[in-house]
DNA sequence: AAGACAATCACCCGAAAGAAGTATTTAAAG
DNA sequence: CTTTAAATACTTCTTTCGGGTGATTGTCTT
């Protein structure tokens, strides 16, 4: 009989418990194996040099940077990495900006190990795989006007309890323009006002407190 | 040589790999055993009744209740129940509720898992145990006075969008009497606004988004 | 070149929020 | 039985916010 390579994969993830679960459940499957783990990004990128997994399974949120950073510097050098997602349920914009960035699935640590292993050897397969629950998620805010980067600036400084005329001094813009971006901001977001708008912004990832 | 019983562990977390890493460890430890797993809070209770472990590890966010309310639900009817918060980092309050509520430790995912062996084996020798990066964040608010009940309840309908005037109906209060919570609740939290307050209310664990 | 969009600023106006003070009632704590 | 704390309510005053309308500039796309 053909022996075929076990499927090599990266954990990313500043949970020793959580990276232990997972090599435990990767471990116990005969086509699989763990090669390598990191507790934040740059261990991670450096893991990555060192080991080339086939698959990497990344957290969003780590120490030193966001995961999305940490997959956007692996993929910058080394294109045809495959990267999965796998994180506690994060806003629709996180997982969107995961995907554009170019990750090849979005797991939830929710989710039974069954589940995992089934991503983890899809993706290692060529194919991208967003379970249900994500996927649903995501279009919830389908036809939602994504906010600009600016708008976003604005939206940080209303969040750190700051007045319009603060967010004007800081920005170096007049406080009407701030009270524009703050009106597009509440439309977009279809947020009754400022406060509103800020948890919003929390709750689909927008902003982080 | 006198073979001492194994301390007997129960795990409660929703996140499947975390409760794996869990069972790896504990298991490997020849002192201690994982008797039983929950993933939610009704699963805990159900799952310590029916074996009585001796520590329980119990995760603060679970799909039906708060793991302080499984934990006192658990206490009231095994009031010498040895159980350890085990967490991603809440704010402060969280900490406090948990440990005025009878949790004999708290400790955080992301450290190394030797602490968490050690921490179990002090609190089933009866001891309490909160690692000095907890303990610090606790003694940051130490002077703060804390929100009443009501004040909570006006900071949740801030959190939510609600003007002063639709907090005053749905509380069944004048607009006045909302003032002068909102008033408070700035204080106590030095908060600067409304939305300030909101934020900071969640980085402390006092609301949720 | 035309059109779309982002960012900027201005002026007006009414609605809300926030600051300060006083006061009553009830309940808990001493 | 006081004292204290919490919740309630009202008045006055100032500041801030948010809506509406309109305009300019620069960039990018078509």
Redesign the pocket.
């Known amino acids: 009989m053909s022996k075929v390579p076990a499927i090599r994969v990266l954990s990313v993830d500043d949970h020793p418990l959580l990276r232990e679960g997972v090599a435990t459940l990767i471990n116990n499957e005969p086509d699989m194996t763990m090669v390598a783990e990191a507790a934040s990004g740059l261990e991670a990128v450096q893991g990555f040099r060192e080991h080339k997994p086939d698959v990497t399974l990344m957290d969003l949120r780590l120490p030193d940077m966001s995961g999305i950073d940490a997959m956007m510097a692996i993929l910058r050098e080394f294109p045809e990495a495959r990267i999965v997602m796998l994180t506690t349920f994060e806003g629709d914009v996180e997982i969107q900006r995961a995907l554009e960035a170019g990750a090849r699935g979005y797991l939830l640590k929710s989710m039974p190990p069954s589940d995992l292993l089934d991503v983890i050897r899809q993706v290692h397969a060529g194919k991208k795989r967003i379970p249900p629950e994500v996927a649903s998620q995501l279009a919830e805010h389908m036809g939602d006007?994504?906010?600009?980067?600016?708008?976003i600036e604005?939206l940080r400084a209303?969040a750190d309890g700051?007045?319009?005329?603060?967010?004007?001094e800081k920005?170096?813009?007049?406080?009407?323009?701030?009270?524009?971006?703050?009106?597009?901001i509440?439309?977009k977001l279809h947020a009754?006002?400022?406060?509103?708008?800020v948890a919003i912004g929390v709750r689909r990832g927008i902003i982080h407190l």
Chains 1, 2 share one sequence.
Do not use: C, Y
Request: proline share 0%; glycine share 0%.
């Open positions: 006007e994504l906010l600009t980067q600016r708008e604005v209303v700051n007045r319009n005329r603060d967010i004007a920005l170096f813009i007049s406080e009407e323009t701030v009270k524009v971006h703050i009106k597009h509440m439309e009754s006002d400022r406060t509103d708008a």
